[in-house]
């Protein structure tokens, strides 16, 4: 599905966010990428769809290898590849509506897109999504008059209308109260899953990442340093991924935490929805 | 400080005490020089101006004079300004929309975030400066000239005159719009066309309407003086009253001016707040 060869990426400054990274993601899983601020994180998953130019390396995605294409054929690329964003990058004046259809705009011509008169079909999918995230009803109301966790689920949306063949998701959570945080990462995760969908999700908080991920990938400095299953991180290696600190009380919430979420999850009839009771009842209104 | 030496310990009384002064002597020296020079452009630009005191002297007589000339208005001219108007505040607002349509396009090309090249930002500085160097008169005549006297060639030096204004401003709102917007939106996929049409524009929706209801409003009082030069509006019937010493005429014709420019700050205001 995803492979990534030896991306190396030098700001003009001079500075070397990427050092030959290399990944493959052969099926649908949910990768967290974590990291200090500064590993490149950040730089990595842009580079996937190419909003930072990558300096070396070759990017495949089924296939075509997104690294040599021409910009008018990258456009119809990052028509595959959903994006969410920390700080959610809505378009504030817009309504939601426009929000998630604005995830349709590589679709359809200038002039549908300009006059609003998307595709039936589209409009479907729309209020079908929005229902899924929890804001069913919400569709008129103004992009800035939502709070953070309703954005972040507009900018989920918006990717999912894409039907993307990859996710990519920078520090979703960032932004968000540690409650929402969770909600928000508890539900890319089983969207993500729902529709098998490869999702690369930036994440600097270890334990959503443990908690929620089916493989961990560690980068430092520009380099790839771990890329294991998540009950593989033990102290030793966050200490190589971070650095050095007291890591016992993280990786034990987070094997706690994630054992819950398994039992709920086993627990509830149709499977998943349990770990997300928070925001079924609280967006409705 | 200077090189003087005896400067860095400070200069003392002679009780011993140390004197502070706000600048050094050369310094002082220097800014009474520039005062100076100052005070002698001044000079040399009255006596260039070759005043005649007599009349200076003269004035608040004129002034008198004029104004029982002016009094009282001709109430009864008042239906006839109507018309004049009316044409005035046309070609105010088509020559407003004018600029609004012509200097979007400009401002892409005038902010340094969504300009092509170095090229066209240039070309577009271009069109602004040019635009707003030339006085309104100026492009009025040009344009009077080209078209043949009248609104049309009113309007369109209404529309030129102004491009360079909203242009500017537009292009300023541009520069300061949140990046990740647009960068969410080019991340869908969408071309450069959609990009500015979903991430952009909305963004700087404020900014034009409040821009280009504020250049309406200076419209409304250019508009009524580029008359004068022929090129239609209210300003044609004054440079006749003001042909014929009919001075009544001209009160009533300023009145109405004024009335006018009142108003239509008025509502350029209401319209700004409801937009932002």
Known sequence: MLQVDKLTKTYPTGQKALDACSLKVEKSQVVAVIGPSGAGKSSFIRCINRLVEPTEGQIWLDGSEVTALAPDQMAKMRRHMGMIFQEYNLVERLTVMENVLSGRLGFVSFWQAFLRKFPQADIDRAFDLLERVGLAGYENNRADALSGGQRQRVGIARALIQEPKILLVDEPTSSLDPKTARTIMGLIAELARERGLPALINIHDVGLALMFAERVVGLSEGRIVFDGAPDEVDEQILTRIFGEADWRQTIRHAAEDAEALERRRAAAPDGGDGAEPAWQSGAAR | ?276
């Open chain 2, 1 to 276: 400080m200077t090189g003087d030496p005896s400067m860095a310990d400070g200069i003392y009384t002679p009780t011993g005490r140390r004197i502070w002064r706000r600048r050094s002597r050369p310094e002082t020296l220097r800014r009474f020089g520039l005062w100076l020079i100052g005070v002698m452009i001044v000079v040399w630009a009255i006596t260039g101006l070759n005043v005649h005191w007599p009349f200076v002297l003269d004035a608040p007589q004129q002034v008198a004079d004029l104004a029982g000339r002016m009094m009282p208005p001709a109430w009864s001219f008042t239906g006839e300004i109507v018309a004049p108007m009316i044409e005035t505040i046309n070609i105010a607002t088509l020559g407003t929309i004018l600029a609004c349509v012509l200097s979007i396009p400009v401002a892409l090309l005038a902010a340094q975030n969504t300009t092509l090249n170095r090229t066209t930002l240039w070309i577009a500085r271009v069109i602004v400066v040019t635009s707003r160097s030339i006085n309104e008169l100026v492009w009025a005549i040009i344009f009077a000239a080209i078209f043949g006297p009248g609104p049309l060639a009113g309007v369109i030096a209404i529309g030129i005159r102004s491009i360079g204004f909203t242009a500017k401003l537009i292009a300023e709102g541009i520069e300061e719009i949140d990046r990740g917007q647009v960068e969410a939106i080019a991340a869908t996929g969408a071309s450069r066309a959609k990009v500015i049409a979903y991430g952009i524009l909305p963004q700087i929706m404020p900014t034009i309407v409040g821009v280009v209801t504020f250049r309406w409003d200076i419209n409304i009082r250019q508009s009524s003086v580029i008359g004068l030069v022929g090129a239609g509006g209210i300003g044609i019937t004054l440079n006749s009253a003001m042909n014929l010493f009919n001075w009544p005429q001209v009160t009533i014709i300023l009145i109405a001016i004024f009335i006018v420019v009142m108003a239509s700050e008025w509502v350029s205001n209401l319209l700004r707040k409801q937009f932002t």
